[in-house]
């Protein structure tokens, strides 16, 4: 293994499912549905499969029906328009998104900031560019349950360097959605100091609450400076299918497609019709799983706080992040590892999310996007642990 990957060993995801497996403990850890996606969803991969849509190598871009379904979703929603011919590529899930637009923009040595806890594969891509990351940690913000971003830091860890910021939200693992004021700090700043930014916005439609997703390609000036990645896993329930998507200016879209011809040279066929037919679903299946989510996530965040842990109720994504010190833990990667034989139970380890792992060490992340009696079970073990 390379210098550039040697620190980063095996992911934590295939770690700690791993550990679920071998230990027949409920699989709180990595982030997938226990649930499949819409049947007719499904019908349409079989449809497309049966038809011989999508059976050879189909267009690098990502076929016409994909694309012009990603541009009508983020139009229809978002006020956005882009141009499915020369502003959309589908990707390999939002994972090839981020690994190719960040080989196709960094040049070695530059500088990404990046919001810290991030999810893994930024790092990885960072370093496989030959690139630096420059972390700006979310703190625990206890007085309103969240983690919150610093604008002073952020801020301060732009340097000359810096090519790009990286953005996550709504965010994983920490469940915060960036707030416009948040957002326009962002995009000031990028303006203001001439930077691209990256944002991957795969958890788009899992927000709860008051809270809203603002795209930021959607603030002053940042249309053409944005990089904006979505993925099908999240958003339909279908993680094993891989059909993500970027949109962009001509110039970036072109730029990522470079890398991507590289990477994976086309996406997978059939799928990719599937995908289009379900962004077009009525808006009735979105406000559904959310819903659905929303009190999934409502039953974990109780039951966690019933079993001892300091909870951060998550305003977007399919995780909720605790804090173990009141369980009189400090060490998440000790707590994960001895979890699964204390209480039948796997989480991921903050920390992994870190470079500053002691600011990570505490927290613990638990995916609520698991059938309501498996959460239950799972929370009646966890309160065993007190
Ligand atoms: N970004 C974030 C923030 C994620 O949580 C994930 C994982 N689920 C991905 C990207 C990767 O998405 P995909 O499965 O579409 O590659
Ligand atoms: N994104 C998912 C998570 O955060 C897992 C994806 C993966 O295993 N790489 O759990």
């Not at 990885?124 to 420059?134: E, H, T």
Request: proline share 6%; hydrophobic share 45%.
């Amino acid at each position: 293994l390379n210098r550039r990957l040697a620190e980063f060993g095996t992911t934590i995801f295939a770690e700690m499912s791993a550990l679920a497996v071998r230990t027949g403990a409920i699989n709180l850890g990595q982030g997938f549905p226990d649930t499949d996606g819409p049947e007719e969803v499904r019908e349409a991969a079989v449809r497309a499969l049966r038809d011989g849509r999508g059976n050879q190598y189909p267009p690098g871009p990502g076929v016409p029906e994909l694309r012009r379904a990603v541009a009508a979703h983020q139009s229809a929603r978002y006020g956005l328009s882009f141009d499915p011919d020369t502003e959309v590529l589908v990707t390999a899930g939002a994972t090839e998104a981020i690994a190719a637009t960040l080989l196709a923009l960094l040049e070695p040595g530059d500088e990404v900031v990046a919001l810290e806890p991030y999810y893994d594969s930024y790092a990885a891509c960072i370093a496989m560019a030959g690139a630096r990351r420059v972390p700006v940690t979310l703190r625990p913000d206890p007085e309103a349950a969240r983690f919150r971003l610093d604008l002073d830091e952020l801020r301060d860890a732009v340097t000359d360097s810096t090519r790009l910021l990286l953005i996550n939200t709504p965010h994983n693992p920490t469940g915060t959605v960036l707030t416009r004021a948040e957002l326009t700090a962002i995009a000031e700043l990028a303006v203001e100091r001439d930077l691209l930014v990256v944002t991957d916005e795969v958890y788009e439609h899992l927000v709860y609450d008051d809270a809203e997703h603002i795209p930021l390609a959607t603030l002053p000036g940042m249309r053409e400076r944005t990089v904006t990645i979505g993925s099908a896993g999240k958003t339909f329930s279908f993680t094993g299918w891989k059909v993500g998507w970027v949109t962009a200016s001509p110039a970036l879209t072109t730029a990522v497609r470079s890398a991507k011809q590289f990477l994976t040279y086309v996406s997978s066929g059939p799928f990719q019709y599937a995908v289009a037919e379900a962004l077009a679903l009525p808006e009735a299946y979105f406000a559904s799983f959310r819903a659905d989510m929303r009190a999934k996530r409502d039953l974990l965040s109780a039951g966690l706080k019933e079993a001892g842990f300091d909870v951060f109720t998550p305003a977007g994504t399919y995780f909720v992040t605790t804090d173990i010190r009141p369980l009189g833990e400090s060490d998440g990667f000790a707590f994960c590892r001895s979890l699964p034989e204390r209480a039948g139970v796997v989480a991921i380890p903050n920390a992994v999310f870190y470079d500053h792992r002691d600011q990570g060490a505490p927290f613990v992340r638990f995916a609520f996007c698991k059938q309501t009696g498996v959460l239950q079970e799972a929370v009646s073990r966890l309160k065993a642990l007190a």
